[in-house]
């Protein structure tokens, strides 16, 4: 089978560390056009809309489509009506609804869609998921603590409305959790909203299963020194500690698994793997509970915040 022809939207630091290489030692991706207001891959045709690079390279077969998420239905619904699969970056779309239209209409042109969260595909969750399945779990603490002006800085778009402020990190969490435990349900949140911000810089959340398991999730911007990715259980079995985002896995103190990261990679073969199939893999339950968190957290505003 001849490799997929994929162009890129939106061509910033998130592409350069991540899809590029993942794509460059992905035999079934040939990378054929880039569109970004400002970046360009090197070699590659680069245009400066969706549209004039939808028009110009017609042999396009999928879109991986890289700019905020306030943007993104837009992009995606040109590439899913000209008939394009499409891979969408973490979080899918600014609001559910916008991601249940794209969905449809996937469905509608016979594409595929890809809802990516990359976390998932973290070396140790796997390992995670089957230690919890063969035990009772008790309780579970999220701790998901970094400094915005290290990750992101100057970037105005994660503090407006829709670009989720503390939930872009926090959902990398939330993917996680949706995956390797039962279902929750939000039963409390507070979100800590800078007075100068549209969105939150910290998040405190509280959840529950329809078995009474607690889950306490922790999520702050204003960490300084060494960056928290850390989901905890407390279990029949131990302690089991999820560390550095999912990477290193840990029961009792002991290590137990730890691999090379390796989650960008993993995302394409899943993207290459249903756009052969034929089908979408377009999972919101990460970003429900974030759109959960904007409905029944109480909003506690603290002093302004400034790069």
Request: aromatic share 10%.
């Amino acid at each position: 089978m001849s490799p997929i022809n994929l162009a890129i939207v939106g061509v910033g630091k998130i592409v350069r560390d991540q899809h590029l290489p993942s794509i460059a030692n992905n035999p079934d991706f040939k990378l054929v056009a880039t569109a970004s207001r400002h970046g360009t891959v090197e070699g590659i045709p680069a245009f400066t809309t969706i549209e004039a690079m939808l028009d110009a390279v017609p042999a396009i077969d999928a879109v991986s489509l890289c700019m905020p998420p306030q943007y993104r239905y837009e992009a995606a619904y040109k590439a899913l009506s000209a008939g394009k699969h499409v891979f969408l970056e973490k979080p899918p779309g600014a609001t559910l609804s916008e991601v249940a239209d794209l969905e449809n209409l996937a469905k509608t042109k016979g594409v595929s869609l890809f809802a990516s969260w990359h976390s998932r595909y973290a070396p140790a969750v796997e390992a995670a998921k089957a230690f919890l399945a063969d035990t009772t779990i008790r309780s579970v603490h999220v701790i998901w603590k970094e400094d915005v002006r290290h990750w992101h800085p100057n970037q105005e778009w994660i503090w407006q409305a829709g670009g989720l402020g503390v939930f872009d990190p926090g959902i990398n969490a939330l993917s996680i959790v949706t995956h390797i435990f039962p279902a929750l349900f939000l039963t409390g949140a507070t979100l800590e909203f800078p007075e100068n911000r549209d969105s939150p810089i910290a998040a405190d959340l509280h959840f529950r299963s329809g078995q009474g398991l607690p889950v306490h999730a922790e999520f702050d911007w204003r960490q300084t020194g060494k960056q928290s990715w850390d989901i905890v259980a407390e279990t029949d079995a131990g302690q089991m500690v999820l560390s550095e985002g999912g990477s290193k896995l840990s029961v009792n103190g002991e290590l137990t698994f730890s691999a090379p990261e390796a989650e960008y990679p993993s995302l394409y073969r899943r993207f290459a793997e249903i756009v052969k199939a034929g089908v979408s893999d377009v999972d919101v339950s990460p970003l429900r509970h974030v759109a959960d968190a904007f409905m029944l957290g109480k909003r506690k505003f603290v002093e302004a915040f400034h790069d």
